[in-house]
Nanobody
Framework: VQLVESGGGLLQAGGSLRLSCSASGRYFSSYTLAWFRQASGKEREFVSGISWSDSSTYYAGSVKGRFTISRDSAKNTVYLQMSSLKVEDTAVYYC????????????????WGQGTQVTVSS
């Protein structure tokens, strides 16, 4: 499984940004795809996840209502639409995938992208 993130950048607080994760190498019907982030000096944390089979979604409390995860099956791509961005959203954002696990634990995801930097300035 290969995951490639894109869409990161530098923007001001209150702005919006959409991240993309292009997935390849498997038939993803049973997979969960998720977004994590890691701020400098901090542990990687769960942001949001989506079940490929039924598009059910789940979010960390810190982003609920501001971020929206979605998928495009035809393009094998998962998106993270981020709105009302805050300085504390600054981090490297990673896409992750797993065929058997659905949840927020970093160690349970077997496949990871290389990450994309999101920097939010005040």
């Amino acid at each position: 499984v290969q995951l490639v993130e894109s869409g990161g950048g530098l923007l001001q607080a209150g702005g919006s940004l959409r991240l993309s994760c292009s997935a390849s190498g498997r038939y993803f019907s049973s997979y969960t795809l998720a977004w994590f982030r890691q701020a400098s000096g901090k542990e990687r944390e769960f942001v949001s996840g989506i079940s490929w089979s039924d598009s059910s979604t789940y979010y960390a409390g810190s982003v609920k209502g501001r971020f929206t995860i979605s998928r495009d099956s035809a393009k094998n791509t998962v998106y993270l639409q981020m709105s009302s961005l805050k300085v504390e959203d600054t981090a490297v954002y990673y896409c992750a995938a797993d065929p058997d696990y659905r949840g927020a634990r970093t160690k349970n995801y077997n496949y990871w992208g290389q990450g994309t930097q999101v920097t939010v300035s005040s």
